[in-house]
């Protein structure tokens, strides 16, 4: 290890486990060689010392599978590599399902693995028997194999990768605390340790369970807590083989692996318990927990059920011990939207060692081109919420947080823990109207309504839920009448001043500087032409603008805005969320039932499409947006938060005499699939650009001043596209699609399903995705098939919106 401190690095790590020392191996890779790694105490103290070492590659989305299979074949050759020994054997995997809902989740996600050519194989209990003969099989319907899947020894493996960073020049400091971050107001410049300070141009956070505080210290968001996991070593088990793969019984919480002549046996509860509300103790370091046998054994009388020779071993060790968690299972990646240049690479929920690799690999790439090298939203740090920090929200998120590894993976799941975080002011209002609400980025939003005498509560399922018949009355609703959306959680941003028309017609690729009173519907571009936003953009003065975008990416977008504006620049984004609840009326009635509520003329002539205007509704003066997500005419209210329950009323006790529907959001998705809108974060994203996406009408090449990413689009749209978004209906009316189903044309695979939902117009699936395209290929509406579960389905294919193409519906010209 290193003996002195310099004075200056060009990256900072803190942390030396497994995540930071796979950093530091991968920039050194990259030939950034002034790389300096410092640990509090020793490496892998914190958790990654007693990781079970399991290295598998399935996970529930493609990036993250990718992420997890570059780590498997990084692993294989490290030992080669490095010359240090890390325990790594590939000895495959078997998970199981013991209920029908569960062995459909495992055939969609075999499917899904041949989107990138993992093989994964479905099993019968026979073949299961043949590679696991020590598994009570009496209550399995079948599983899934996956022969390159192993296991390794973590403490190994974190070693050889600091072996590799050390021989190409990384500097690792032991039993070196960093006491904070140094940074200029707007980005990081190094860190403050026990023994000095370090300037450096990036600073990574890798310090699992402690680096919520770390990054609170300089307003960076990092939401994570530690939870007790817990794992017992099972010594003398009879018929037990080297050879055996690691097993998962997803269905009763536990896994099994191999240890050195024992049997491991960890689990993934329900109900976990956070761990460290008070803090961590300065001292900690290779720490275990006193735990509570208590709160394991139901877990552990389910494995001696599933592995009966486990009643005639041993218990050599009763293992609990810490491992952070985050509120929505997933990892935290990248650079922060608070500060430049500080990296985050934390979170791991319990499956860091099988993750390191790729998050090494990204994380280092990132840091190197100033941006993420593959779509990593879901892990993207920038998606977390200021609040999310908060310690009572953590503790009660985390409990749930651990369990969901190994729960189902239903199909519009909700959580249950931490909520009521964020109301809209109408919130008791719809939940007397039978609102059934889901949790989004901590607001309650109404999902779906049931019925008089019905319980708005879900039941879970991979076919028709039980809302699927009150959602598609809703759709109706909207199609043939009108209906009423509450979408309070729209992120809100106000941009003012005498240099806002230049910075955000820098910043969008449409043309803003338009009259007051104009709604203008844009992208916001990165400088490969990628898309970084999707949103509008509404003229409220000649100095002023209105910003609406998802309530996803409400911190991601308004940093992005306000890192675009120069300094000494004349203008300011605040961000108004909070100020205004929004309420949609959509739908061939809107126009009446509105009018009938107001003096101020709706009609096409004096309000028309893409227009924006303040009118009388009750007693207040509310902004009317006239634009739509789901293809019909209508309008967005936007209303000052005290005045929302108001005006509501106003509508709702109006809304009867035109067939009026409360509406929610599972409809606002069925809605706008059939439609093709397209959703930012799964149709379109920042590797998509509006080219590839069907959004060249939103772009204006020529407008004065160009804007970020046109040079990326000029060259593309003079060169061949690659792929194009396209809008799919599957041809039989059964079969639902989600997400990450393989499309074929002929016996090849040309692309996945990127977001999908029942359309109740159309009368089948439809789903929009991607397509690899040759030059001169055209898109025959019948070459395609999805694959659902392993079962291939003729789809129609439409580069056109399969729900009225010609937009008559929008422009109000269809009678009701």
């Known amino acids: ?150 296991y390794a020894n973590a403490v190994d493996i974190t070693q050889a990768l600091a072996k590799g960073a050390r021989s190409r020049g990384a500097r690792i400091f032991q039993d070196l605390k960093v006491t904070s971050i140094l940074h200029d107001g707007g980005a990081a410049r190094g860190v403050e340790t026990d023994a000095g300070r370090i300037e450096a141009d990036y600073v990574v956070l890798c310090g699992g369970m402690w680096t919520r505080d770390l990054a609170a210290q300089v307003g960076v968001t990092v939401p994570l807590h530690a939870c007790e996991h817990y794992y017992v070593l099972f010594k003398d088990v009879p018929g037990l083989s080297p050879d055996l793969p690691v097993l998962r019984d997803y269905d009763h919480c536990s896994y099994f692996k191999y240890d050195a002549g024992k049997l491991l046996v960890g689990a993934f509860e329900p109900h976990a318990r956070p761990w460290g509300d008070q803090g961590i103790p300065e001292d900690f370091s290779f720490g275990e927990i006193a735990g509570d046998f208590a709160h394991f054994e139901p877990v552990l009388l389910d494995a001696m059920r599933r592995i009966p020779a486990l009643e005639k071993a041993g218990i050599q060790k009763f293992f609990c011990g810490p491992e952070s968690f985050t509120p929505d299972v997933r990892y935290h990646l990248g650079e922060s939207t608070e500060m430049a240049n500080c990296f985050v690479a ?72 931490a909520r009521g975080v964020r109301h809209s002011a109408i919130h008791e209002r719809l939940s007397q109207a039978g609102a059934c609400f889901g949790e989004a980025f901590g607001w309650e939003r109404a ?49 003012e001043g005498a240099d806002a028309e230049r910075i955000l017609n820098r910043v969008c690729a449409n043309e803003v500087a338009v009259e007051p009173g104009k709604i203008v519907y844009t992208q916001w571009l990165n400088e490969r032409g990628g898309i970084e936003a999707d949103l509008t953009v509404t003229r409220l003065t000649d100095t002023a603008y209105l910003i609406v975008t998802g309530a996803e990416t409400e911190s991601k977008d308004f940093n992005w805005l306000r890192r675009h504006i120069e300094p000494g620049a004349h203008c300011v ?211 395609y098939d999805i694959e659902v579960a392993g079962i291939r389905y003729p789809a129609t294919a439409s580069l056109r919106p399969l729900y009225d193409p010609t937009n008559e519906r929008i422009k109000g010209r269809i009678t009701p």
Not at 607 to 613: D, E, G, L, N, V
């Open 1 to 150: 290890m290193a003996s002195t401190l310099p004075a200056r690095a060009r990256v900072v790590i803190v942390g030396g486990g497994v995540i930071g020392c796979s950093v530091a191996y991968h920039l050194t890779k990259l030939g950034w060689n002034d790389v300096v790694l410092l640990e509090r105490k020793q490496l892998t103290s914190g958790t990654t010392w007693h990781a079970a070492g399991l290295i598998g590659q399935l996970r529930q989305s493609i990036n993250m599978t990718q992420l997890a299979r570059y780590t498997g074949e990084l692993y294989r050759g490290l030992e080669a590599e490095t010359g240090q020994a890390t325990g790594y054997r590939q000895c495959g995997s078997v998970s199981l399902a013991t209920t029908a809902g569960r062995m459909e989740e495992l055939r969609r996600n075999a499917s899904m693995a041949k989107v990138f050519g993992l093989k994964v194989n479905v099993v019968g209990p026979e073949e299961i028997r043949s590679l696991y003969p020590l598994a009570n099989l009496e209550d399995v319907l079948g599983g899934i194999h996956i022969p390159s899947d192993g």
């Open 447 to 495: 999902n779906w309504y049931a019925p008089a005498g019905v319980e708005p509560k879900y039941q879970y399922s991979y076919g028709r839920q039980n809302w699927f018949e009150s959602s598609a009355r809703e759709h109706r609703a909207v199609r043939a009448s009108v209906g009423l959306f509450d979408q309070s959680s729209f992120a809100k941003i106000r941009l």
């Open 346 to 417: 934390a979170g791991l929920n319990s499956i860091g060692l099988q993750s390191a690799g790729g998050i090494g690999k990204v994380v280092s790439e990132w840091i190197r081109d100033g941006h993420p090298p593959v779509d990593l939203w879901e892990v993207d740090v920038r998606r977390n919420m200021p609040f999310q920090i908060n310690r009572k929200y953590l503790r009660a998120r985390v409990s749930e947080s651990l369990g969901l590894l190994y729960a189902t993976h239903w199909p519009f799941r909700q959580y249950e823990s």
């Open 573 to 783: 984004a605040t961000n108004v969320t909070s100020g205004m609840g929004v309420l949609s009326v959509m739908g061939p009635r809107a126009r009446e039932l509105l009018q009938s509520l107001t003096p101020d003329d709706l009609s096409d002539r004096a309000f028309p499409f893409a227009t924006s205007r303040t009118i009388e509704l009750g007693y207040a003066l509310v902004r009317a947006s006239r634009i739509t997500y789901v293809g019909e005419l209508g309008w967005e209210l936007y209303v000052p938060t005290e005045f929302m329950l108001g005006v509501y009323q106003e509508i709702a006790g109006a809304g009867a005499q035109f067939g009026m529907a409360h509406a929610g959001y599972h409809a606002l998705n069925s809605l706008r699939i059939e439609k093709a809108y397209r959703h930012w974060g799964h149709d379109i994203t920042d590797e998509d650009t509006p080219l590839e996406a069907g959004l060249g009408f939103a772009v204006k090449f020529d407008k004065p001043g160009g804007f970020i990413g046109r040079e990326a689009l000029l060259r593309q749209r003079q060169s061949q596209l690659r792929k194009r978004l396209v809008q799919f209906k599957l041809k039989s009316p059964d079969p639902l699609l989600y997400h990450n189903e393989p499309i074929w044309r002929g016996e090849s695979i040309v692309g996945f399903i990127r977001s999908a939902m029942y359309g109740h117009t159309l009368g089948a699936a439809v789903g929009l995705g991607y397509i690899a395209t040759a030059p001169g290929e055209t898109i025959g509406a019948d070459d």
